[in-house]
Structures are given as structure tokens and as C-alpha cells.
């Protein structure tokens, strides 16, 4: 039985801890908040609540596999609801497309924007089928060594091609580039950047369908909360990890501050890695992706009819999600905002002629800075600098010896499934006590 120490309480730690203490191993999970969940817990004001990060999945086979391998099943736990559709996108000319999650419906939502589009779009999303697999064989599903990658996945990651040459070339209807760009641009990457296999994720979308959580994305970090407690796990909130100590090339505890120690044989580490000075200089190549500005809005009224997600391209992207808690009467939703943000988001919203600014009775703000301070760091994790990022990131081993790493600073995408792939690696590569 290895002592374990899980720095983090995100998703990726609260996954992390589940899985080892289930393994076998004696877990202390550190969280530097009072509360557990990050970016997967919830905001909450005048009765409204919103999802304070994601607000759906795909794959919901990452969030199945983690409660079968902690304890008991997840539907005995959540209710995972499947979502009809994706989002829907709407562009500067005034069309609009709802992206469902099947092939023949999204040949048939985008023939709707033009003759052909449809055929084009499944063409795009099926030539992303050998790169599914080859990563998720390679890559997401084992532990795989940046300096010794198998011919097939050193192949893809070494590829030159960018996400931004790869549409320019594919789609002569700037629509159809917008819509496969989407999720990268969502996250704050830029596509000249962007190796084009990440693009993988209009395949993921379709195979497996969007999804989410009935009462809200947090009950899933909730839920996983009183797994630990099932599994035995000792939790230390308000916490705050300074740095490693390491001896003979190897990790022995994590230093408290205060002239606290913790020893642990291993740590996992599932925050950013610059927050801990042994860790920092392995990184220092790497970038946090910049989270988005973002306002909570807690409305009265009558309001449009609006799916679970709607995606308002121009500059500023709009991205509106609703779905949150609301007293009767009410809706509660959440739009974030990226590019020129010269004006009031709400201000560039009625522009798009969605206007609530008179339904408004509670909001909350925050930008960019305020929520990597909240979390502790970017929960979008490194942004891409082109195909030599996926190198440079830490995960699921590191350098150091005794020392894993999971979380979005440890994936190639920041979404719950890399999240919840990395922690399900890092408990491979420990194994049973």
C-alpha cells in the first residue's frame, strides 16, 4: 500500500483519489478552497445556480468507467441525460444550424445551409476515424512514453498540418470551417496553432453524443465527493500545497508552508504545474489557455427559446448556455465571451437580437483573471503553440520519480473526458497497492 497524496480537487483529483483508494492505496487528497469540484462545482446567488464550468460531456463512457472502477455504478448515482442536440451555430449572414449528434442528422442540418454541405461536413467528421483510434489506442487509453511514441502515434503527433490549413483547404464555406474550429476556439487556442488530428473532436461528438447531468454538471463532482469518503479517502480542504520534496531524485512529501510537511510515496498532481517550483522548470515552455469572460445571468420572465448551448460567431464569439437552477418563473443562464470585448456582454447579446438586459435580476461577473484565481489556475490547461505542445505537457508520469500528473494540463484537450482519461491513466500507471 503506497501513501498517496492527490494535490487538487478538481475533477481530475476527485477521479484520481476515487480510483487509487479503490486500488488499494492509503489517498489524502489536498484542496486549496474550501470546496471540492473546481470548475466542475457550481455558482450560486438569488436562488439561481449555474454550472460554474462545463455544462455537458461526450464519452460518457469515461464518466461510467470511473464509477465502476471506484465503487458502484454511476446510474445508481447521477442520471446522465443525452442531449438532442450538440449546439446550435449561428453565423454574421443570419443562417443558423443545429448540430445534432448522428451523422444522418447532421447531414441533414447542414444540407439545410446549403446543397452538399452535409456530405462535405460527414466527410470531415469521418476522416477522423484512424485518428480516434490510433489515439485512443496509443495515447488517451495506455500510458505512452513523449520520447519512445509507437510508429502510428508519432506519425499523427508529428504532423505539420494545423487545424487552420486543414479547413482552409476542406471548405471553401466559411460556415463549415467555422463550426469544425469551434471547440479549440472555444478553449482559446488559435487554429494556426492547433495540430489538425485535434480536430478529432467533431468525431467524438457524433459517435458518442453530447451529454449531461440531471440537476446540474456539480451533482457529478458531489457525487464523487461521497465516493471518496466511501473509498476512505482523508480530505484536507483550504489547503495549499507549496512545493514537492524531493530526495534522491525522488519524491518523499509535499511541503505545507509553515514548516509542514506530508510524506507521501506518490504524488499526483492534478493542478497546474507551475504552481509548484520542482515542477515549474519542466513547463516553462508551456502556456495557460486563457479562460473566456464570463457573466452569470439570473433572468425573470420571458425569455427566447434557446438550446443548451447556442454559439454566436463574430467578434466577439458569444457562447450562451442555459440549463441552470431557477426559481419558477425564471431561467438562468451563462454566456461567455471571446475576441473584442469592447462592449457589455449582454450590450453585444441584443445585437445578435437576443436581448434580456430588461429580464435581468441577478448577475455575476468574471473575467479571465478572476477565475484562474478562483481555481487556482486555467481549467482550459496549455494552450497550443503548434504540434510540439503535446511534448512539452506533464503527463501521466513526470521526470520525477514518484511524481504523476493529471488534470487539463496533463491532456490535449480540456473537456471532462481528456480530464477523466488522464486520472484513469495515472491509476494504471500506479497500479494496486
Known sequence: MARVVVVGGGFAGLAAAARLAKLGHEVTLLERSATLGGALGRVEADGFTWDAGPSWTTLPAVVRDLFRKSGRPVERELDLVPLDVVREHRFADGTSVRVPPSRAGQVAAFDALGPGLGQRWAEHVASYTEVWETLRREYLEVPWDPAAPSRELAALLDSRQTMHRLLRRRFKDERLALVAGHPAVAEGHDLRNVPAWAGVTAYVEQRFGAWTVEGGMARLADALTARLATRGVTVRTGTTVRDLVVRGGRVVAVDLGAGETLDADVVVVAVDPRLLPTLAPLVARTMPAIPPVVAHLGLEGEVPDLPHELVLHGDPLLVVRTGGGAPEGSSAWTVHGRGKLAEDLLRALARHRIDVRANVVTRLDRTPRDLVERWGGSPLGVVWQGR??????????????????????????????????SAALVAQAIGPA
Open 388 to 421: 510540439s505542445t503535446v511534448r512539452r505537457r506533464l503527463g501521466p508520469t513526470t521526470p520525477v520519480a514518484g511524481v504523476y500528473a493529471a488534470g487539463a494540463h496533463a491532456t490535449p484537450g480540456a473537456g471532462l473526458p481528456y480530464v477523466g482519461l
